[in-house]
């Protein structure tokens, strides 16, 4: 993985992970939405090795912008080897169920933002005819669940859309990968109450390494979460309703 | 429930808040509530924690600025432990210019507690290469200290255990190495004069350090092994080049009473010195287990029990180094508490910017013992003894129990250091010693 394309470069789990790469001498062009964030994680990333051909910062809610912002990569990096989307946000549950510019802001945040890059870099691949996008979305897609649905509902929106990709270019060279993480201590679950369940971006960015380089379709992280996922799935709606999650 | 590394029964903070970005504001506190940065936590006893008050974690600030590959000059965040910093800097040809015994502290603590290394003859300690830091304080500001700018605080800074201000990065100079080996070389003595022939006739060695016998039979007390090192000039061949020794060894839980007690200790010192004392000569080493022997086994500490342990690192500056040492030696002999272990080390003359810094000339001796409460604590106390009467001095990061008036004896810059302290960060080893 030479030339990668970042959205939300400055997610903890995210940063974790191109790491990684930057230890291999990767060329990367990175998206944030936080100029003075995306700057401290590129300086990073070039004192790992790493290069940066280029960074940008805008707001992630201008679809014409984002793109833009493919075809912009293409022509810095050429060929692309790697399309990371990494960006997102945790609303507050009750948040959303008082406020609809909170459900709004969430869509746009976690789905809208994420679907229109993930069709231009759909796009984009098609036309190389190979390279793999991966895609951090979140176990909360599995699976609505009263403590954080909406937030769920964008994210298995995201899972939705990449089980298509997997069929479009299914016998192709380009793979789609859905990353799945599970509760992580970072920026973005800061206040909340940490317990056995929990990991950290530095443990699980190896396993996530490993997915993409192996191009497999989805991406539980750690591990133990596709076992966890999977017995709420099979739960039924009675039982599941009871449960305090 | 936040410890330090001795497990010591201390207190811990009422909230850890995170420090996620170095550009970012403190957090504003409430009433008089206080501040310390909490790195990795390997500080031993209480200067890492602040009782009933706030914590403020560094480990996000985890990111590198510039690493200069061809001056080898490395300017990172605080947050950064030595261990990641050795990772990016030892395949390209470079090298911390001061390690402690452990590499799973941060740059931060690194600096805030003026840590030395097997080097200090050679080397000073690590505030000797720090070329510049930045501080954020709580009246906002961001002092960039450097010996040649904001010279009080980076004084103040450097071993001012985290009271002035929250360090976010800081610019560090490396040295060059050719290979990730040492050439090492251990000898025996048999007691503290022969060790300080020794040491006086290794100052071309970079590295060296002692392991002190401290439960030696009548006569012999004062024996020990001898080792010293210096970077390898070109790799032996011997050894993988990346070999990285992960942690495949750990304790999973603290035992109710403490494995180390005078039978273990008694029978561990004597292998050592049986095993070790048949290894002289030279060899190549790679640089983790010569430098960071503990670290090959996770959570150590907690082989000590669910009471903890203490640590004590004392120095005796000058020509009454000797006499002290053997004197504090026999102390500890006749107590029966024998250290699982004694290390012996003499530093040089480069003196520290730092005010506070602990290393100066003379013979330090670090021990630890299990905490047996008041018996522990009384052996500790006449140790104390010696110390103060040689005019010597008890090293902050490994203390949970130095009175303030050794304290006050041993660090007389404390005036000039207490006009440079933020008023918002304070930790239990502060208050215990300036009450």
């Not at chain 1, 509760?183 to 109450?193: A, N, R, V």
């Not at chain 2, 004084?155 to 040492?182: D, H, K, Q, V, Y």
């Not at chain 2, 350090?209 to 004062?222: C, L, M, N």
């Amino acid at each position: 993985m030479k030339n990668i394309l970042v959205f939300g470069a400055t997610s903890a789990i995210c940063h974790e992970l191109l790491k990684l790469y930057a230890h291999s001498g990767a060329n990367f062009s990175l998206l944030a939405r936080n100029g003075a964030k995306l700057a401290a994680v590129a300086d990073d990333l070039v004192a790992r090795g790493g290069t940066v051909a280029g960074q940008s910062c805008f707001d992630f809610s201008l679809w014409e912008k984002l793109e833009a912002a493919v075809a912009d990569a293409k022509a810095e990096l050429g060929h692309i080897d790697l399309i990371l989307v990494a960006h997102g946000t945790l609303p507050d549950a009750e948040k959303c169920e008082a406020s609809m510019a909170a459900v709004k802001t969430c869509m746009e945040d976690n789905f809208t933002s994420a679907a229109i890059i993930i069709q231009s870099a759909a796009g984009l691949l098609a036309t190389q005819g190979a390279g793999t996008l991966a895609v951090l979305s979140s176990v909360a897609g599995d699976r609505g669940r009263k403590s954080n649905y909406v937030y769920g509902a964008a994210k298995s929106g995201i899972d939705t859309l990449l089980q298509g990709l997997q069929g479009r270019f299914f016998g192709t060279d380009i793979r789609v990968v859905n990353i799945k993480p599970g509760m992580i201590e970072s920026p973005m679950t800061q206040g909340m109450e940490s317990g056995a369940l929990w990991s950290t971006p530095q443990a699980i960015a190896p396993a996530i390494h490993k997915a993409i380089a192996k191009g497999r379709r989805v991406c539980y992280v750690p591990g133990y979460w596709r076992l966890i996922m999977l017995v709420i799935r099979c739960l039924p709606t009675s039982i599941l309703a009871r449960l305090p999650i | 429930m936040v410890a330090s590394w001795g497990r010591l029964p201390i207190d811990g903070p009422v909230q850890t808040l995170e420090a996620d970005w170095r550009f970012e504001e403190l957090p504003v506190m409430a009433g008089d509530d206080t501040l310390l940065a909490f790195g990795n936590g390997r500080s031993y006893g209480d200067s890492c924690i602040n009782s009933q008050a706030s914590h403020i974690s560094t480990r996000r600030l985890n990111r590198f600025i510039k690493f200069d590959r061809e001056q080898g000059i490395l300017h990172c965040e605080s947050g950064l432990t030595l261990d990641e910093i050795l990772q990016l800097i030892v395949p390209t040809g470079w090298f911390l210019p001061v390690v402690p015994g452990t590499r799973f502290i941060t740059l931060g603590g690194a600096i805030a507690n003026d840590v030395h290394g097997k080097n200090h003859h050679r080397a000073g300690s690590f505030g000797c290469h720090v070329r510049s830091l930045e501080l954020l304080r709580s009246d906002r500001s961001r002092p960039v200290c450097s010996p040649e700018g904001n010279r009080e605080l980076f004084a103040a800074t450097i071993g001012g255990l985290g009271l002035t201000g929250l360090i976010t990065s800081a610019e560090i100079r490396l040295i060059p190495i050719n290979s990730c080996e040492l050439v090492t070389e251990n000898l025996t003595f048999s007691s503290v004069s022969e060790f300080v022939d020794i040491s006086n006739g290794s100052a071309d060695w970079e590295y060296s350090v002692a392991w002190i016998d401290s439960f030696a039979r009548k006569g012999q007390v004062g024996r020990g092994i001898f080792s010293r090192a210096k970077h390898a000039e070109k790799p032996s061949g011997l050894q993988p080049k990346t070999r990285r020794l992960g942690v495949p060894m750990g304790v999973p839980f603290a035992p109710p009473f403490s494995l180390i007690n005078k039978y273990t200790v008694d029978y561990f010192n004597r292998a050592y010195y049986a095993v070790n004392s048949g290894k002289k000569g030279r060899k190549y080493s790679h640089y983790q287990p010569f430098f960071f022997p503990l670290d090959a086994i996770a959570n150590w500490n907690r082989i000590y029990g669910s009471s903890g342990f203490y640590q004590y690192q004392c120095l005796i500056p000058g020509e009454a180094g000797q006499e002290a040492v053997q004197q504090l030696l026999n102390d500890i002999h006749l107590s029966g508490e024998g250290s699982f272990l004694a290390v012996l080390k003499e530093f040089g003359e480069i003196r520290s910017p730092g005010l506070l810094s602990f290393p100066r000339p003379g013979l330090t001796l670090a021990l630890d013992f299990p905490n047996r409460g008041e018996k522990t604590r009384r052996l500790l106390e006449m140790l104390d003894k010696t110390v103060e009467r040689a005019g010597g001095a008890l090293y902050p990061a490994k203390d949970a129990r130095m009175s303030p008036a050794l304290f006050a004896t041993g660090y007389p810059a404390v005036d000039e250091f207490i006009s440079q302290l933020d008023p918002a960060f304070s930790s239990a080893f502060w208050r215990r010693v300036r009450p």
